[in-house]
């Protein structure tokens, strides 16, 4: 897994405000630097990054909630490498 997108993806869930993050403004963080990457590598980063974000929104249900359903979302809409 690529530490720099890790950490692009980690800094736009921690910095952003919540209605801009969606599965697609994360998805584009990834593929914006790396456009050939593997369902499977997007998956991990994208996953590894929501988990220690929801650290951050501990006393915050709502968007916790928001973070999760993005893990739930299919990544291969509209993605096909």
Do not use: C
């Not at 530490?3 to 963080?29: C, D, G």
């Not at 590894?48 to 979302?73: G, H, M, T």
């Amino acid at each position: 897994m690529s530490t720099e997108l890790y950490q692009k993806v980690y800094s736009f869930l921690a910095n952003s405000p919540l209605e801009h993050v969606t599965a697609s403004s994360v998805i584009f963080q990834v593929i914006e630097e790396e456009s050939w990457i593997t369902k499977e590598e997007l998956r991990s980063i994208v996953n590894n990054a929501i988990d220690a974000s929801l650290n951050i929104y501990s006393n915050d249900i709502p968007a916790q909630n928001k973070l999760l359903r993005i893990l739930v979302q299919p990544v291969n809409r509209g993605y096909n490498p």
